[in-house]
């Protein structure tokens, strides 16, 4: 295990000691002050809406043994206890300019202290799930870490970083709002295989365009240590950059390209689980839907290059495990099924989602759908293209202003429109029989779970 101590911290970050021992080992870094037990390290993160550091007490009483604040200590610190310990050097306080950025450098000085396998996932939709079935596959070969739920931004990007101890290889997963973000996480990971699931639509209200979409994706390769990147083939955008692109070795897989290097065919798809074929092997994934074969096609992808043999790959595919709330079977007790897929959504895990269920025989088909948000002037246009993307729907709910577009132009049998969550559990609790599959699908401040947690008692 490589580890950092308060002198690393000092250097990487041109911070202040303001008391404790240089040679402690810093372990367990936390962000959240509920969250610290003995010996860990506070980092005390100002945000919009509140200031880490004015939980500093609190977190020394919890057990930090450590604390990287940005402010002036005394005017924190009350308790007598604490003050004498910090008059003592009994425990490490470190003043920095920013502690976000210290956050970072610290980060990306503990990525240079490892030689290991570092795998790096970007892409509009897809990117969870695709993370969590590679480091199931990469966990056959090497002692795998990996992004903890979808811990990808500037914060727990580093933070997932800093939680490596001895493992062999880093699944990470890397999200952005913005240009410019994708650059910086990407320079402190040094990914040695980038992975971009998708060119989409999500945050178009903030970017503009699909085109500076892929410019923000394709940042992931300013990091990169090697030259290989591995792209879904049936992304138009990613398809069309791959075929003029020469600096890099390019590796793709797809359903509908042929030309793919890795194809699936043969689909199909069940309630539980889809199966398809890839050079005359069966390959079997634990949840349905077709974007869950895409998902596995990359993760095969990624496990050839680190020469996994196939049999192994495929047992890491059958045995991954999602990361909550990402197309999550909860069976009710009235024996009703539920699809908890409404961590967030955009166009294109919207149209899968919608298709999965589709898809299913033999029982009554209800979509819930809420707003998708951070769209823009986009919105109404691309709710209007998913409503029409919606055939096979037994009752469609939808929920919020904007989902009222896909109410529009959707074929169902019976369409409902309401304007909140309890409405919702208000309309479904009366109708809900065993023979129900109903899917959760929106953005993830439209707070689905609401619903979720309240029809579960059924």
């Not at 024996?335 to 961590?343: G, H, L, M, S």
Request: glycine content about 6%; proline content about 2%; overall charge neutral.
């Amino acid at each position: 295990m490589h580890k950092v101590t308060i002198k690393d911290i000092l250097k990487a970050t041109e911070g202040e000691l303001i008391c404790g021992n240089i040679e402690d080992i810093c372990e367990d870094f936390e962000r959240d002050s509920r969250l610290i037990s003995y010996g860990k390290v506070y980092v005390a993160i100002k945000g919009e809406n509140n200031d880490g550091n004015n939980y500093v007490e609190q977190s020394i009483n919890n057990g930090a043994q450590t604390c990287i604040i940005s402010c002036n200590i005394n005017e924190k610190i009350k308790d007598k206890n604490i003050i004498n310990k910090i008059k003592n050097n009994e425990i490490n306080i470190i003043k920095v300019e920013n502690t976000v950025k210290a956050l970072q450098q610290i980060a990306t000085y503990k990525r240079g202290l490892y030689s290991i396998p570092v795998v790096a996932v970007t892409g509009s939709v897809g990117k969870t799930s695709t993370k969590d079935i590679i480091a199931s596959v990469m966990s056959k070969k090497y002692k795998t870490h990996k992004t903890q739920g979808n811990l990808n931004n500037h914060i727990g990007l580093p933070l997932t970083i800093l939680s490596l101890k001895d493992e062999e290889a880093l699944v990470i997963e890397m999200g952005m709002n913005h240009l410019g973000e994708i650059s910086k996480l990407t320079n402190i990971a040094k990914p040695t295989l980038a992975v971009i699931t998708n060119v989409g639509t999500a945050h178009i209200g903030n970017l503009g365009s699909r085109e500076n979409i892929l410019k923000a994706k394709l940042e992931i390769l300013e990091g990169l240590q090697g030259d290989t990147v591995i792209i879904n083939n049936d992304n138009d955008l990613l398809s069309k950059w791959a075929k003029t692109e020469k600096e890099y070795n390019i590796i793709t897989y797809g359903i509908k390209n042929q030309n793919s290097n890795y194809v699936a065919k043969n689909i199909k798809s069940f309630e539980d689980k889809s199966t398809f074929e890839l050079n005359n092997e069966e390959i079997t994934v634990p949840v349905g839907g077709e974007h869950f074969v895409y998902n596995s096609l990359c993760a095969i992808a990624v496990g050839k290059y680190f020469e996994i043999p196939i049999e192994t790959i495929k047992k890491g595919i059958e045995t991954f495990e999602l990361t909550k709330s990402r197309m999550e079977i909860i069976q009710l007790k009235n024996a009703a099924t539920v699809i908890n897929d409404c961590y967030n959504a955009n166009f294109d895990s919207m149209k899968a989602a919608i298709k999965y269920i589709e898809n299913i025989k033999d029982k009554r088909k209800i979509t819930v759908l809420g707003d998708m948000l951070e769209l823009g002037s986009y919105s109404k246009e691309i709710h209007t293209n998913l409503g029409k993307e919606i055939k096979n729907v037994d009752i469609l709910i939808t929920v919020g202003n904007e989902a009222k577009n896909i109410a529009k132009y959707a074929e169902a049998k019976e369409i409902i429109e309401l304007q909140n969550n309890e409405e919702v559990v208000n309309k479904l609790k009366p109708i809900i029989s065993p023979n129900d599959i109903i899917l959760f699908k929106a953005s993830h401040s439209m707070n689905f779970d609401e619903i979720i947690n309240k029809i579960k008692e059924m």
